[in-house]
């Protein structure tokens, strides 16, 4: 049975300019209490953005491995979010299996073709300036996905 990635039920919209998403679970995104935040995100044009929550909102059964929070949409634009909150312990390459096993299901389920720039989110609150392995560590998950591996606390909507 194929996942669909575009439940109404978990989607959310905004054109703010500054909002967050946090893991409550469900993701969600918030314009309030930026405290609660694991990661912003900047939008200083106003573009509507569509916010899905994934785990624990869209049914992908657990035989089909972890998968990440949630992913944003706009334009031409993918991006699948990891979120974390976690001080040690190899959570970035956790982060990074997770976001690769939901981009390989949304391939596998979903149309990818309209989405020109495509990227992968990982967020960790408590090492918002972590360099995740250097270059050889984002470069292995776009030979692998074909996605752009960015680790920052803030998204930039281009």
């Known amino acids: 049975m194929a996942i669909d990635f575009f439940q109404a039920a978990c989607h959310s919209t905004t054109k703010e300019t500054i909002f967050g998403i946090y893991d409550v679970p469900p993701a ?5 209490n930026s405290d609660d935040w694991h990661v912003w995100v900047d939008n200083p044009n106003g573009k509507q953005i569509l916010h ?17 929070e ?3 949409t706009y334009d031409d634009v993918i991006t699948f ?7 040690g312990g190899r959570w970035a390459g956790k982060a990074r299996d997770q ?3 939901t981009i390989a299901l949304f391939k596998r389920d979903a149309d990818i073709s309209k989405y020109r720039r495509r990227y992968g989110h990982i967020a960790n609150k408590q090492r918002p300036n972590f360099k995740a392995g250097g270059k050889f560590f984002s470069q292995q998950f776009e030979d692998e996905t074909g996605f752009v591996l960015r680790v ?7």
């Open 28 to 32: 969600s995104i918030s314009f309030i």
């Open 52 to 68: 899905t929550a994934i785990d624990l909102c869209i049914e992908i059964p657990w035989s089909e491995g972890e998968r990440c």
């Open 70 to 72: 949630s992913m944003i």
């Open 81 to 87: 979010i990891e979120l974390k909150d976690r001080d």
């Open 99 to 101: 976001l690769i096993n």
């Open 152 to 158: 920052s606390d803030v998204i930039k909507i281009e």
